[in-house]
């Protein structure tokens, strides 16, 4: 296990990792140690429908340490990187040290590189990206961007390739061109501790397929019961990794070990994606190597 860096009481940490990785017990321990507060910047974690599934801090660490901006987004809200910046932003200069925890990139490299201001979606066209993504599928968007984006971007990533197209059809600019004249960060990094965990890939999948398993345990399935009348794969909440399996077995598609397995696969996919970003774009944080390897 790599040693943790130096971190000051009154300075902003930072502790980014892939999903099932411990992130979430470290900036508890930090919280409970050192005081702060606790800010989620996990980009399904921030709706209020799924819980168990999205592996929410539960009603014991809540009460262990203030915990802010998780479960309180509607399910069927929009919910951007730009959003959570403005409800960040009064956080940083409250009083109280923010730890900020999640797996979310884009989230940790928006607040201390800068987000450029670009203009929301219009809802038609939004609607019609969803429409060519379900007829077509996100590759026909990802073929009408511009090479530089299409460098930038993860283009593994569905909602972040319609995200770059539809700034490109809506704005005439391309995503690249708006990242370009990025105004100042939030909170540059020099002024945090910021640490991202370093899981080896067959430690992390053991874990996620505990994991999956422990939340069908604390009532996942009942979770998705109570979601499966208002489910919609067009809203962010139902990109919680799981859901769509657990509401295929409640709609008799599949059986509820094939919706496990499926489910353990996309989580294991998305560690993945998560493991590629931060060694992109994280290698000046300290990397910690978590406990038990």
């Known amino acids: 296990m790599s040693q943790l860096p130096p971190i000051a009481a009154d300075q902003p940490v930072l502790v980014a990792g892939p999903t099932a990785s411990g992130k979430s017990a470290l900036a508890l321990e930090i919280a409970q140690t050192q005081g702060g507060v606790i800010i989620n910047a996990d980009a399904i974690q921030v709706f209020d429908n799924w819980r168990v599934l999205t592996a929410r801090p539960s009603a014991a660490d809540e009460a262990a340490?203030?915990?802010?901006?998780?479960?309180?987004?509607?399910?069927?809200?929009?919910?951007?990187?730009?959003?959570?910046?403005?409800?960040?932003?009064?956080?940083?200069?409250?009083?109280?040290?923010?730890?900020?925890?999640?797996?979310?990139?884009?989230y940790f490299t928006a607040l201390t590189q800068g987000l450029a201001d670009i203009p929301a979606t219009p809802p038609d066209l939004r609607e019609h990206a969803?429409?060519?993504?379900?007829?077509?599928?996100?590759?026909?968007?990802?073929?009408?961007?511009?090479?530089?984006?299409?460098?930038?971007?993860?283009?593994?990533n569905p909602m972040r390739v319609q995200r770059a197209w539809e700034v490109l059809t809506?704005?005439?600019?391309?995503?690249?061109?708006?990242?370009?004249?990025?105004?100042?960060?939030?909170?540059?990094?020099?002024?945090?501790?910021p640490i991202v965990f370093d899981a080896p890939k067959d430690w992390l999948n053991a874990r996620i397929a505990r994991r999956f398993d422990l939340m069908l345990e604390q009532?996942?399935?009942d979770e998705a019961q109570a979601n499966l009348s208002i489910f919609d794969p067009t809203?962010?909440?139902?990109?919680?990794?799981?859901?769509?399996?657990?509401?295929?077995?409640?709609?008799?598609?599949?059986?509820?070990?094939?919706?496990?397995?499926?489910?353990?696969?996309?989580?294991?996919?998305?560690?993945?994606?998560?493991?590629?970003?931060f060694r992109s774009k994280m290698k000046?944080?300290?990397?910690h190597t978590p406990a038990g390897i």
């Open 65 to 106: 340490a203030p915990h802010l901006l998780y479960g309180h987004i509607p399910h069927d809200a929009e919910y951007s990187v730009g959003h959570w910046l403005r409800e960040v932003a009064p956080l940083l200069t409250n009083g109280s040290r923010p730890i900020i925890v999640g797996g979310t990139g884009l």
């Open 130 to 156: 969803n429409a060519r993504v379900a007829a077509e599928g996100f590759q026909a968007l990802l073929a009408e961007l511009d090479p530089e984006t299409t460098a930038r971007i993860d283009t593994h």
């Open 170 to 193: 809506a704005t005439g600019r391309a995503m690249a061109d708006w990242q370009d004249n990025t105004p100042p960060p939030m909170l540059p990094l020099a002024d945090t501790t």
């Open 219 to 221: 009532g996942a399935l």
């Open 235 to 277: 809203h962010l909440s139902a990109k919680a990794i799981g859901a769509p399996e657990l509401i295929a077995h409640l709609r008799g598609e599949i059986d509820l070990e094939t919706a496990r397995e499926r489910a353990t696969i996309a989580t294991r996919q998305f560690a993945k994606r998560q493991r590629t970003w």
């Open 284 to 287: 000046s944080w300290h990397h």
